[in-house]
């Protein structure tokens, strides 16, 4: 089995910035990619970024620039860089990650964007 624990989460003021982390830990063999999703109250999951074991990252359309994707894969973990937040980013943010044929998820954790 693979864990998937988040951070990062919180409340962050319209403008501002924050960064989530996502560390990958448990039957780690050979992973394909790890990425963002996230869902709002009343909406469904919504696929943000993704990156590949060999670096090639991929957004959602919709993102304008705003978030970055990164990974360490010395430690299994993954990131997540939101600039210039938005009311409309508050959502629960899952990270997600594929090995072989399984898909994994987080718990989530919140982010809040007051405005």
């Known amino acids: 089995q693979v864990q998937l624990v988040e951070s990062g989460g919180g409340l962050v003021q319209a403008g501002g910035s924050l960064r989530l982390s996502c560390a990958a830990s448990g039957s780690i063999l050979s992973i394909k990619a790890m990425g963002w999703y996230r869902q709002a109250p009343g909406k469904q999951r919504e696929f943000l970024a993704m990156?590949?074991?060999?670096?090639?990252?991929h957004y959602a359309d919709s993102l304008k620039g705003r978030f970055t994707i990164s990974r360490d894969n010395a430690k299994n973990t993954v990131y997540l860089q939101v600039n210039s937040v938005k009311p409309e980013d508050t959502s629960v943010y899952y990270c997600?990650?594929?090995?072989?044929?399984?898909?994994?998820w987080g718990q989530g954790t919140q982010v809040t964007v007051s405005s």
């Open positions: 990156i590949y074991s060999s670096g090639t990252t």
């Open positions: 997600n990650l594929v090995q072989g044929p399984y898909d994994y």
